[in-house]
Nanobody, 123 residues
Framework: VQLVESGGGLVQAGDSLRLSCAASGRTFSTYTMGWFRQAPGKEREFVAAIRWNRGSTYYADSVKGRFAISRDSAKNTVYLQMNSLKPEDTAVYYC?????????????????WGQGTQVTVSS
């Protein structure tokens, strides 16, 4: 399995960004795709997840209402639309995936990870 993130960058508070995660190497119909982030000096934390087959979505409270996760099955790509960005959203954002996950919000359940993309939000 290979996951390649893109779309990070430097933006101002209130701006939007869309991250992409291109997945390859498997048929992902029974997989869950997750986004996690890690800020300097902090532990990696859950951001959002989507179950590929049903499209069920899950969000951390800190991003609910501002971020949206979606998937394009034809492109095997998952997106994270981030709106109303805040300086506290600054982090390296990672895409992850695993098959038949029961709990989608903990990183230890995910076996496959991308290399990460930096998002920096200035005030």
């Amino acid at each position: 399995v290979q996951l390649v993130e893109s779309g990070g960058g430097l933006v101002q508070a209130g701006d939007s960004l869309r991250l992409s995660c291109a997945a390859s190497g498997r048929t992902f119909s029974t997989y869950t795709m997750g986004w996690f982030r890690q800020a300097p000096g902090k532990e990696r934390e859950f951001v959002a997840a989507i179950r590929w087959n049903r499209g069920s979505t899950y969000y951390a409270d800190s991003v609910k209402g501002r971020f949206a996760i979606s998937r394009d099955s034809a492109k095997n790509t998952v997106y994270l639309q981030m709106n109303s960005l805040k300086p506290e959203d600054t982090a390296v954002y990672y895409c992850a995936t695993e098959n038949s996950l029961t709990v989608v919000t903990t990183q230890r359940g995910y076996h496959y990870w991308g290399q990460g993309t930096q998002v920096t939000v200035s005030s």
